[in-house]
């Protein structure tokens, strides 16, 4: 008989499902893309069932591909977007779709919140407030959509919600794990609690808000109805899970002090290990997260959507559906045809803000090229978005060293399907002057969560030492001096530029909103 946990992770735009050994090896995994819905300009959303359905045929497809049986998944750990919002009733049947985290609806609650109570939000939570924030989508449908806010009973993340669905939970049982409540904008991080003091000052009932629980916590057994349909056998240990980027830091060995990854998913995340709570209150930019390991956090810098614009600039302007199994992919090939176009895509620049700015937030920033010529091809066109994610993260760095005095970054771990690309990788070393190290799993996310269900079952003893037995770098990209030394001059262009178009998108906003 075989030990194994499964690790399900609901990303933005998909849904993965990861089956391990208990020595560390995946032994199947299975994926599913998500619908993104955009109801009206500004809202962005997905079907909560979808989310569910998609979870269980994952779970299903997922032991098909490993070959084993079911019966030897001894736990269940979810995880996913950190951000979003579902309410649901006292049944757990949902009263809304899930709001997306892309979603910006909130953002008129956002500027009131910040204009009166930023500094307060700011030192309780560590995180700047943002459209993706529970609070402000909270006071949306709490002023828009009054009857479903009042038949509300809990506000949970989408990986919560699949969660507690899978187990049969009702209102009663609705938890979060501690990692996950950073993007509320109304909890006290130091304490891990929610925040009576900020939730008083806009009347939102603390009762809306799930228990706050431990990862490795069991917060159900698999219902017989959904076990049915995913091949697992009921009374299978269901564990809290936590975040994406909890968990991918995780999953890439991120476990010390002073350690800096790159999560490259559908957002773009650059971030360090740190060993108390540190609140950026000096430039009022970095978000400072909970790890899953105690008495760990992660101050970060993360460009919303920026992996999603790769996602949108493959299937928008290169007319190409992702190939079938077995064949090179489209990132592949864009990767080969960008690596022959030289560094800063012959003065070509693009800005990754689709769904607005984040660090520092800027809700009214959109995307966009700007010295675009004739010479210029598709293969420019892709290099210079993955140049423009680099020139993000050279922004991170700066702030870090700037408010971690002493701080010296010798090497990033990276993980995410991002991670694939050679030439990203390459790209993001030139332009940080840092080695890149590429790890023997690629979605770190995935092997974070799985971690997490073994311990929470009592199948692995040590959370640390098992991360340093299952993390192991195999690839490392070095910088190169000369083209980090042109690097840096684009990238010092590029911040200049992006911070002189914060009045033309504002006023862009007023005339056409």
């Known amino acids: 008989m075989t030990d194994l946990v499964v690790a399900l992770d609901l990303g933005t735009t998909n849904v993965k499902g990861s089956i391990f050994s208990i020595e560390g090896e995946v032994v199947g995994d299975a994926y599913r893309e998500v619908k993104?819905?955009?109801?009206?300009s500004g809202w962005v959303e997905q079907n909560s069932e979808e989310l569910y359905d998609s979870s269980l045929f994952v779970l299903r497809e997922a032991i098909k591909t490993s070959k084993?049986?079911?019966?030897?998944?001894?736990?269940i750990a979810l995880?996913?977007?950190?951000?979003?919002?579902?309410?649901i009733d006292r049944n757990w049947k949902p009263l809304t779709p899930f709001e997306s985290w892309l979603d910006i609806r909130c953002k008129e609650y956002v500027g009131n919140i910040k204009k009166e109570y930023g500094e307060l939000v700011w030192n309780k939570t560590g995180m700047p407030l943002h459209t993706h924030s529970t609070l402000p989508k909270l006071l949306w449908w709490k002023n828009h959509k009054p009857n479903i806010f009042r038949k509300a009973r809990k506000a949970l993340l989408a990986s919560d919600f699949v969660a507690g669905k899978m187990a049969g939970l009702t209102s009663d049982d609705a938890f979060i794990n501690y990692t996950s409540i950073v993007f509320s904008g109304c909890h006290n991080a130091l304490k891990l609690t929610w925040s009576e003091e900020i939730l008083n000052l806009f009347d939102i009932p603390m009762s809306v808000f799930p228990k706050i629980v431990?990862?490795?916590d069991i917060i159900g057994e698999l219902s017989a109805q959904s076990a049915k349909r995913c091949g697992i056998p009921p009374g299978t240990p269901i564990i809290a899970g936590a975040g994406d980027q909890a968990a991918a830091s995780l999953g890439a060995g991120i476990i010390e002090p002073g350690m800096a990854f790159d999560s490259s998913g559908t957002a773009a995340i650059f971030s360090v290990c740190i060993d108390q709570f540190v609140p950026d209150t000096k430039h009022k930019i970095l978000e400072c997260l909970k790890s899953i390991v105690p008495d760990l956090w992660l101050l970060l810098g993360a460009v919303s959507g920026g992996g999603l614009c790769l996602r949108w600039f493959r299937d928008t302007l290169t007319n190409n559906a992702m190939k079938k199994r077995g064949e090179p992919s489209t990132y592949a090939q864009l990767d080969e045809r960008a690596e022959k176009v030289p560094p800063g895509s012959e003065k070509l620049f693009f800005i990754p803000h689709f769904a607005g700015r984040r660090n520092p937030l800027d809700s009214n920033m959109k995307g966009g090229w700007i010295r675009l010529t004739w010479s210029h091809t598709v293969a420019h066109l892709y290099r210079?978005?993955?140049e423009s994610i680099a020139y993000e993260y050279y922004f991170y760095l700066k702030l870090l060293k700037n408010l971690l005095h002493g701080f010296k970054c010798r090497e990033v771990r990276v993980v995410g399907g991002g991670g694939k690309s050679m030439l990203w990788n390459q790209i993001k070393s030139d332009v940080l002057g840092v080695p890149y190290i590429k790890l023997s799993h690629e979605e770190g996310a995935a092997l974070g969560l799985a971690v997490v269900a073994g311990f929470g079952i009592g199948?692995?003893?040590?959370?640390?030492?098992?991360?340093?037995?299952w993390v192991r770098?195999?690839?490392?990209?070095?910088?190169?001096?000369?083209?980090?030394?042109?690097?840096?001059?684009?990238?010092?262009?590029?911040?200049?530029?992006?911070?002189?178009?914060?009045?033309?998108f504002e006023n862009h906003s007023k005339i056409t909103q």
Request: without cysteine; charged residues 25%.
């Open 36 to 40: 993104l819905i955009y109801p009206r």
């Open 68 to 75: 084993q049986s079911g019966s030897d998944v001894r736990a």
């Open 79 to 87: 995880g996913g977007q950190m951000a979003g919002l579902i309410l």
């Open 214 to 216: 431990r990862p490795w």
């Open 384 to 386: 210079s978005i993955l």
């Open 459 to 469: 199948l692995l003893k040590d959370i640390k030492e098992t991360v340093r037995k």
């Open 473 to 504: 770098p195999i690839k490392i990209v070095k910088p190169r001096p000369d083209l980090h030394i042109k690097y840096t001059k684009y990238a010092e262009f590029y911040l200049n530029f992006v911070n002189s178009l914060r009045d033309v």
